[in-house]
C-alpha cells in the first residue's frame, strides 16, 4: 500500500474544546441544575485557561428556578409549538453552556427562545428570519420537578 494512504506521518490531531459563547452585556448567567452540574463536572477535568474560563462561568452561574405559574414559558421550560404546515418541534429553554439546537435545547437569549418567553398553550408567536416570518403555535409546556 502506498504511503500516502496511511496515517504513520500525520501529527496529532488537535483536542477541539468547545467555545463557551459569550453572554450579552449585563445578562445574568442563568442554569439549569443539570447545566450546573454539567459545568462542574467538565471542571473536575479542565486544566489551564480552559479551568478558568469554566470557575468564572460557575462563579457566576444563577440557577434558576420553575416560575410560580407553569403555564407560562420562562427559563426552563420544555416546549412544544406546531408550525404552520403542522410539523411539532420540541424545545427546552436553558442556559448558554447547555445549548445543543440538535438535541432541542436552546438558550434563553436566541431568537427562538426569545419568541417564546411569556407565551402560553393556545398563542401564537412569530419567528423571524432572515428569509422570512414563521408563526408557530404553542401546544404544550412542561418543566423539570425540583
Request: glycine fraction near 6%.
Given at each position: 500500500?502506498?504511503?500516502?494512504?496511511?496515517?504513520?506521518?500525520?501529527a496529532?490531531?488537535?483536542?477541539?474544546?468547545?467555545?463557551?459563547?459569550?453572554?450579552p452585556?449585563?445578562?445574568?448567567n442563568?442554569?439549569?441544575?443539570?447545566?450546573?452540574?454539567?459545568?462542574?463536572?467538565?471542571?473536575a477535568?479542565?486544566?489551564?485557561?480552559?479551568?478558568?474560563?469554566?470557575?468564572?462561568?460557575i462563579?457566576?452561574?444563577?440557577?434558576?428556578?420553575?416560575?410560580?405559574?407553569?403555564d407560562?414559558?420562562r427559563?426552563?421550560?420544555?416546549v412544544?409549538?406546531?408550525?404552520?404546515?403542522?410539523?411539532?418541534?420540541?424545545?427546552?429553554?436553558?442556559?448558554?453552556?447547555?445549548?445543543?439546537?440538535?438535541?432541542?435545547?436552546i438558550?434563553?437569549?436566541?431568537?427562538?427562545?426569545?419568541?417564546?418567553?411569556?407565551?402560553?398553550?393556545?398563542?401564537?408567536v412569530?419567528?423571524?428570519?432572515?428569509?422570512?416570518?414563521?408563526?408557530?403555535?404553542?401546544?404544550?409546556?412542561e418543566?423539570?420537578?425540583?
Amino acid at each position: 500500500m502506498s504511503k500516502a494512504f496511511t496515517n504513520e506521518d500525520r501529527a496529532e490531531q488537535p483536542v477541539v474544546i468547545r467555545h463557551r459563547p459569550p453572554l450579552p452585556e449585563g445578562t445574568p448567567n442563568y442554569v439549569t441544575r443539570r447545566g450546573l452540574q454539567s459545568l462542574r463536572a467538565e471542571l473536575a477535568t479542565a486544566s489551564g485557561a480552559r479551568r478558568l474560563e469554566l470557575e468564572r462561568r460557575i462563579a457566576s452561574a444563577v440557577v434558576a428556578m420553575p416560575p410560580a405559574d407553569r403555564d407560562e414559558i420562562r427559563f426552563g421550560a420544555h416546549v412544544t409549538t406546531r408550525d404552520e404546515r403542522d410539523a411539532i418541534q420540541h424545545v427546552q429553554i436553558v442556559g448558554v453552556d447547555e445549548a445543543d439546537p440538535a438535541a432541542g435545547r436552546i438558550a434563553f437569549v436566541a431568537p427562538l427562545a426569545r419568541a417564546l418567553i411569556g407565551g402560553r398553550v393556545g398563542d401564537s408567536v412569530t419567528l423571524g428570519t432572515p428569509a422570512s416570518a414563521e408563526e408557530l403555535e404553542i401546544v404544550a409546556i412542561e418543566y423539570d420537578d425540583l
